[in-house]
């Protein structure tokens, strides 16, 4: 008996607001459906904050919503973002109140290249090609009877719980596999984590090692963690801000892992506005392998040694995970940070190669990646297999005579001009760090030994380079190692530890 009397409850009162609301659209409309049929959610802080603000978006429900469902929706992302649509179906279609708020499938890819957010019922109304995070939102304990028709006798709001989630780690692909898909769209990120209390950063700056200071009064510290630090925690929060602009990051609040409590890091510090302008991390190899054995540098989650070059450990030092804040980019900062390490090389003339993941965004066009990848392996790779991939990038191999002919290895800065050249129309450079590692040292001193798609920072390239100090540049060593280069541009150590 119940079935049939919540379906003519639900035709005759939906009806009845139909008419009453006439007029009325957008999300006026969505306040008025929620108001009259006592509809509302509940959803914890912490959830709420894995929505974005901006950029692009897609919320995927776990059914095709009707009228209330989907105002839920609508008003849960409104909370944090007004750019906000739902995909139409055919449910929604008949709604006049809603259609400013709906998005025809067609018209999906111009709403996200908008970096709109969009609501979707289901994957299959989505472009198969689609780039774009994804974050499931479930609307729990729903039952059409709860609302339509039998909310007329409720005299109190009926609340549902609303889950929102990331893709599952299980339901990403492994690189080089087909995408389902569900699976091809991106992790949406959550929020960044709000700054650390500068003075307490200060404060911790304070305890570190100064390498020198800059001569715009920026100061250069080596710093090692301790439990709870909250140089630490600014330094993933800051991380995760860079690297997200350019199409990379974790996707989590902060970029940090296990190895930052036993790394150190050079850090450069503008006292002036209390602010980490950028940073390095530093792996004592000797240290750390002789500890814990290889699997205690940063590199190998990444890449395989083979014995021959884990015998260089000794000598060798890990750099990576290095940034530098937007508000300072183009302003030295990236230079003034290997000056750091300059300095730090200088007190440990034991080192004689560096070595660290250099990325290439996955946000580059992946014809701009094979150029890159192809230009640097054949100027800069090497016959002698000592490292390989855990997730090899591959150009294909039906791309390799084309590549061939444009970069055929004989002349690096003629070929170099050609490669700026081919990425001008994709609107990217050749990445600066891939660039100042290929020219610091004399030929043979840079190599870079594999390449490795890393699935756990957004699908980035990282090229495994290393580095001979042996054959740096004379006047990049004039520049960065030389001791009268330390005194001059960092001025006196004692002076500076003292106002860090």
């Given at each position: 008996m119940l079935k049939p009397l919540v379906k003519l409850l639900r035709e005759t009162d939906v009806n009845a607001f139909l008419a009453a609301t006439e007029g009325t659209e957008g999300f006026e409309f969505v306040e008025r459906v929620l108001d009259r049929f006592n509809a509302t959610y509940t959803v914890t802080g912490r959830e709420i904050e894995r929505l974005p603000a901006d950029g692009r978006l897609v919320l995927l429900a776990d059914r095709a919503p009707g009228l209330v469902e989907a105002a839920i929706l609508l008003k849960l992302a409104r909370q944090v973002r007004a750019d906000v649509r739902m995909v139409a179906n055919d449910k929604l279609l008949g709604l006049s109140g809603l259609r400013p708020l709906l998005v025809p499938q067609e018209a999906i890819r111009a709403a996200l290249e908008k970096e709109e957010a969009v609501i979707a019922g289901s994957p299959e109304e989505l472009p198969a090609d689609l780039d774009a995070p994804v974050l499931r939102v479930s609307v729990g304990g729903w039952r059409p009877a709860r609302f339509y028709g039998l909310a007329a006798f409720l005299r109190h709001d009926v609340a549902v719980p609303v889950r929102i989630r990331a893709v599952a780690a299980a339901e990403r692909p492994a690189p080089g596999k087909a995408r389902p898909k569900l699976l091809g769209l991106r992790a949406a990120p959550m929020p960044i984590a709000a700054p650390e209390d500068r003075a307490q950063v200060r404060r911790e700056l304070q305890r570190g090692e100064v390498l020198g200071a800059t001569g715009d009064g920026k100061k250069i510290i080596l710093f090692d963690a301790t439990p709870d630090s909250a140089v630490v925690r600014e330094l993933g929060r800051l991380r995760e801000v860079a690297f997200r602009r350019v199409g990379e990051g974790t996707g989590k609040r902060r970029d940090i892992d296990a190895?930052?409590?036993?790394?150190?890091?050079?850090?450069?510090?503008?006292?002036?506005?209390?602010?980490?302008?950028?940073?390095?991390?530093?792996?004592?190899?000797?240290?750390?392998?002789?500890?814990?054995?290889?699997?205690?540098?940063?590199?190998?989650?990444?890449?395989?040694?083979?014995?021959?070059?884990?015998?260089?450990?000794?000598?060798?030092?890990?750099?990576?995970?290095?940034?530098?804040?937007?508000?300072?980019?183009?302003?030295?900062?990236?230079?003034?940070?290997?000056?750091?390490?300059?300095?730090?090389?200088?007190?440990?003339?034991?080192?004689?190669?560096?070595?660290?993941?250099?990325?290439?965004s996955a946000a580059y066009p992946e014809r701009a990646r094979r150029m890159i990848v192809f230009f640097f392996r054949r100027h800069f790779g090497t016959q002698e297999e000592v490292a390989s991939a855990r997730f090899p990038y591959a150009v294909p191999a039906a791309e390799e005579a084309a590549l061939d002919a444009l970069f055929p290895g004989h002349d690096y800065a003629g070929e170099l001009r050609v490669l700026k050249k081919e990425l001008e129309p994709l609107r990217v450079p050749v990445p600066i760090l891939y660039k100042q590692y290929s020219e610091l040292c004399e030929e043979g001193g840079t190599r870079f030994l594999a390449f490795n798609v890393d699935p756990a920072f957004s699908y980035c390239v990282d090229g495994l380079v290393w580095v001979d100090l042996r054959k740096v540049k004379a006047a990049k060593r004039s520049r960065y190692m030389s001791q009268g280069k330390a005194a001059a541009t960092l001025g006196d150590q004692s002076a500076a530890r003292k106002s860090a």
């Open positions: 190895y930052d409590a036993y790394y150190r890091h050079v850090v450069l510090w503008d006292d002036a506005d209390l602010q980490i302008a950028g940073a390095y991390r530093l792996g004592e190899a000797a240290k750390l392998v002789a500890a814990r054995g290889p699997a205690a540098l940063y590199t190998s989650t990444l890449f395989s040694y083979c014995p021959t070059l884990e015998d260089r450990f000794p000598e060798a030092l890990e750099l990576g995970r290095s940034f530098v804040q937007p508000r300072y980019q183009g302003l030295r900062a990236l230079d003034y940070l290997w000056q750091g390490i300059g300095a730090y090389l200088l007190a440990h003339p034991e080192i004689r190669y560096l070595f660290g993941p250099v990325s290439l």
